[in-house]
């Protein structure tokens, strides 16, 4: 990625993280938390990673009303940055926070029975 990517990542980051916390209007959008967006040198695309706490109907409902919601937020950035082109998004479920909880857990769980040291 070039820094003007790197830039708009992190300003879309912003922006969306604020709709979020105002909240959408879409009832199964539940607390989500955007963790890093990933635009093309064309501006064409912008894969946005989401966490979302809850259980996994939660997760999948969250990730289906953020997906219907997709050209409102495209609306929503147009207004608040000022760019030709505002790229496609696509939201896309990141489990590596609760990946690396599994792993923390499981050492911890190792360590308590002294198998690890």
Wanted: charge should be positive; avoid cysteine.
């Amino acid at each position: 990625m070039t820094r003007r990517t790197d830039r708009l990542g992190e300003l879309f980051k912003i922006e969306i993280s604020k709709l979020l916390q105002k909240g959408l209007k879409d009832p199964r959008v539940g607390f989500a938390t955007i963790h890093r967006v990933d635009i093309t040198e064309d501006l064409s695309y912008a894969k946005i990673m989401v966490s979302v706490l809850g259980s996994d109907k939660e997760k999948q409902d969250t990730l289906i009303g953020l997906r219907n919601s997709a050209g409102f937020i495209r609306q929503f950035l147009g207004k608040g940055i000022k760019i030709r082109k505002i790229p496609e998004l696509q939201f896309i479920l990141d489990e590596n926070l609760e990946h690396a909880h599994r792993i923390e857990s499981i050492l911890h769980d190792l360590k308590n029975k002294g198998e690890l040291d």
